[in-house]
């Protein structure tokens, strides 16, 4: 029976560390295609710039200013962990391979954990508000005297086109407080007293949020080509409050596991139906698991 001691609590620490970056290595994560990671030092950031789509204008007279108190969107940091429990018994009778694979699989989802918020986020926004006051995807956006659609109504499985070519993109990853591999494993902790249990965990702070809504489209139409073509059309059509164009250019088509196929067969296939494809590499194709 092993004896538990500072020095093997230590080493023991070690290994399950090494274990949980093992995990944080082997993740794949997407959610930087489509968001902008912003820092933040506080409970909340305030986006208050996202009323203003920059654009340059011909110097004519006293320069205009963008007032970026137009906008009063605001992102609140949220605690988010995930904790082990190892059991003094297993520890004393080296019973602990069966931990390896728990901690190297707590460091794939916190690899994963902002793609999961993040993905989410896109699929909510069919009923969740951004900057403006409006769904994120809604049909009525006021720009200029008028009001504009980026969405396209239907019943079918949701699928998001996306311009994410430029330096804001049209997601928020906002991060308070990367993720932090820590330990109780003092013998005057509670939970050691109490219920014989050593405890390891990761926390976070963090939060996501809507970037610009002109730089993203969805969709509850079947996706098809010519529906492809129409949301595409639509998203280069966008244009300012002056009615000049935003220059809008999709990038990214994203679907859940179910549209993999008909979104592979859209960008990718040379032809469809013994026609030339003209949408053959017109944008990159994300499949996100989190949108199942």
């Known amino acids: 029976m092993a004896v538990v001691t500072p020095s093997l609590l230590t080493s023991l620490m070690t290994g399950f560390k090494a274990n949980y970056q093992a995990g944080v290595s082997m993740a794949e994560s997407d959610y930087g295609k489509i968001a902008t990671t912003v820092p933040s030092s506080s409970k909340s950031n305030t986006y ?22 137009a906008s009063g969107y605001e992102i609140t940091n949220k605690d988010y962990e995930s904790t082990i429990g190892v059991k003094r018994t297993d520890i004393e009778d080296d019973n602990l391979g069966i931990y390896s694979p728990l901690f190297t699989e707590m460091g794939r989802a916190a690899t994963a954990h ?21 769904y994120f995807f809604d049909t009525d956006h006021a720009v200029g005297a008028g009001s504009v659609s980026n969405i396209q109504a239907g019943t079918e499985t949701p699928w998001y086109l996306l311009d994410t070519s430029r330096a804001i993109k049209p997601l928020v ?21 109490t219920a014989n249990q050593y405890r390891y965990g990761v926390d976070s702070r963090c939060n996501v949020g809507y970037g610009f809504w002109q730089m993203a489209f969805g969709s509850k139409a079947a996706l098809t080509g010519a529906n492809f073509n129409d949301a595409f059309s639509s998203m280069a059509s966008f244009k300012s409050d002056e009615g000049r164009p935003l220059g809008i250019k999709p990038s990214i088509l994203i679907v859940p596991p179910t549209l993999r ?23 990159d194709v994300v499949v996100s698991p989190w949108l199942a």
Do not use: H
């Open 114 to 134: 902002p793609d999961e918020l993040v993905f989410s986020l896109l699929a909510a926004g069919f009923a969740t508000n951004c900057y403006d006051g409006q």
């Open 173 to 193: 990853f906002q991060e308070r407080k990367k993720a932090e591999f820590v330990s109780m494993t003092k013998s005057d902790d509670e939970n050691v007293f």
């Open 261 to 283: 196929a008909a979104a592979l067969e859209i960008i990718n296939a040379e032809t469809i139906g013994g026609t030339s494809n003209t949408n053959r590499g017109a944008v």
């Open 48 to 69: 208050g710039w996202l009323g203003q789509f920059p654009q340059f204008r011909e110097w004519a007279g006293d320069r205009v200013i963008n007032d970026i108190s």
